[in-house]
Every structure is written in structure tokens, then in C-alpha cells.
């Protein structure tokens, strides 16, 4: 299976994209969008900014599990990744995400 953003509609009516590894994965997850386009916009952003080690912002949550974000050019957070066990398992995120997120196709489950 090859890796795509998964695109769904959230009970309240905003979206949400996930990027999913090509073992099914979730290797990050956006926030919420309050319309299809706006998600769209952010899965082209992520896309765009993933090769970028700068985009990346590692930290540890409150539970001590390494986490980061993926931010674009304007700081804003476009994806975050689940806890880690790790910082190696966080940096093989990463690396995920740098290596599916371009070439990666959309799944809209929104219909």
C-alpha cells in the first residue's frame, strides 16, 4: 500500500487530513479546518514543507513521549505526530513523513 492523506469530515462539519505510511500508519495528523479547501491547502503545505528539517519542531509532551510538529513557512502548525517511545522512534517519524509526504495522494473520505 502506498501512502496517501487520508481526508475526513469531522462530526461538527470541519476536516481533517491524516498522512498514512504505506503500512497504514498514521504518521501525522492536521488540525481542524473549517472547510474541504483550507485542508486541502494543508495537506499542499505539507507537501511543500516536509523536506524541510527546519520545519520541524521535536518536543516531549506532559507524559514524557517525544512528539513533533511539522510547521509552515508562517510558524503555524500544519501536522502533529502521535507519542513517541523514543526519540529515535520520533526521528524515524520524521524521516516518515520527509519520505511519503510528497509524493502521497489524497483519499477523500468526506463524501
Known sequence: MASKFVLKKSSDGQFRFVLKAGNGETILT?????????????????????ALDERYEKKVDKAGHPRFNLKAGNHEIIGSSEGYNSETARDNGIASVKANAPTAAVDDETA
Do not use: I, Q
Open 30 to 50: 492536521s488540525e481542524l479546518y473549517k472547510t474541504k479547501a483550507s485542508a486541502l491547502n494543508g495537506v499542499e503545505s505539507v507537501k511543500k514543507n516536509a
